[in-house]
């Protein structure tokens, strides 16, 4: 269950950042660079900072081709897409609670405090989309109004506190991502969002 997460959520951002590039309207290269970056950089910092090198992608051929994939998926079906926004728009969310839950494991696998298990795990899910974001000309998301991180980090105290709880690891993932994409999918309906700090 943990590698078939992995896999989507690795997928689902690749997706995310091939639109957002081709919504920039960049060429072939570009559009897979920013689908790379997207996909792989929260998990390549992660990785670095737990001293887990070489990181996954370079461990794992998987997560390039699947990329690859999820690059020509993009890239076939953009003009099937009705509403650009909206499939990039799902994908970043699916995208979102994933690789939090990916994050969590890894921190735990290293022994590490709650706290930086979700700190990592926040980082994991937010900082592909933040590169994204950046290269093409953005603001990150994460960095806006917009709940974002903050999801990540309701996601990774729910985690642990149905962790205590003995829950099996599957039904456990399932919960978690699930409210994750929820209280995001209900954040963008409703319009919840930080109030932003102004200066005087």
């Known amino acids: ?3 078939l997460l992995d896999i989507i959520g690795t997928c689902a951002f690749a997706v995310s950042g091939a639109l957002t590039a ?3 309207k960049l ?3 570009g559009v897979f ?3 790379f970056v997207t996909a792989v950089g929260g998990g390549t910092l992660r990785d670095i900072l737990i001293g887990r090198t070489p990181v996954g992608w370079m461990r794992d051929l998987n997560y390039v081709y699947l990329i690859i994939l999820g690059y020509f998926l993009a890239i076939i079906f953009r003009k099937k897409l009705d509403r650009l926004r909206t499939s990039l728009f799902l994908f970043d969310t699916i995208g979102l609670g994933v690789f939090t839950l ?3 494991e890894r921190g735990l696998d290293t022994n590490l405090h709650p706290v930086i298990c979700i700190a990592l795990g926040t980082m994991t899910a937010c900082f592909g989309g933040v590169t994204r974001d950046i290269l093409c000309n953005e603001i990150p998301v994460v960095f806006r109004k917009e709940i974002y991180a903050t999801i990540c980090i309701i996601g ?3 985690f642990f506190i149905l962790k205590r709880w003995n829950l099996d690891n599957n039904v456990l993932y399932l919960i978690v991502s699930s409210v994750m994409i929820t209280i995001r999918l209900m954040a963008v309906k409703f319009k919840w969002y ?3 700090l102004e200066p005087k």
Do not use: R
Request: net charge neutral; proline share 10%.
């Open 1 to 3: 269950m943990f590698y």
């Open 33 to 35: 660079i920013i689908a």
């Open 27 to 29: 060429d072939p290269f």
């Open 22 to 24: 081709m919504n920039k």
């Open 156 to 158: 990774g105290i729910l």
């Open 102 to 104: 990916i994050g969590l």
């Open 194 to 196: 930080l109030p932003a």
